[in-house]
């Protein structure tokens, strides 16, 4: 999966709760609160699906 997926899944998925972006070097996904500021780091993740599932399933544990 490209990078580019992995961005637009996760974004849709957390639509208004976290944002997901390419970090400068293009390396890696970094996530952040939906707050508008990209202060608040939650997620540095490897641009894999494998990387993003682990995310996914973390984050709904958390949730609960």
């Known amino acids: 999966m490209e990078q580019k ?3 637009e ?3 849709t998925k957390y ?5 997901f972006e390419v ?3 293009g390396g890696d ?3 952040f609160i939906d707050d508008g500021t990209f202060n608040s780091v939650v997620a ?3 641009p894999t699906i494998t990387e993003m599932n ?11």
């Open 5 to 7: 997926e992995i961005l």
């Open 9 to 11: 899944k996760l974004n």
């Open 15 to 19: 639509k208004g709760e976290l944002i």
């Open 23 to 25: 970090t400068d070097d």
């Open 29 to 31: 996904i970094v996530g």
């Open 44 to 46: 540095v993740i490897e």
């Open 54 to 64: 682990n995310l996914i399933t973390h984050i709904e544990r958390c949730k609960k």
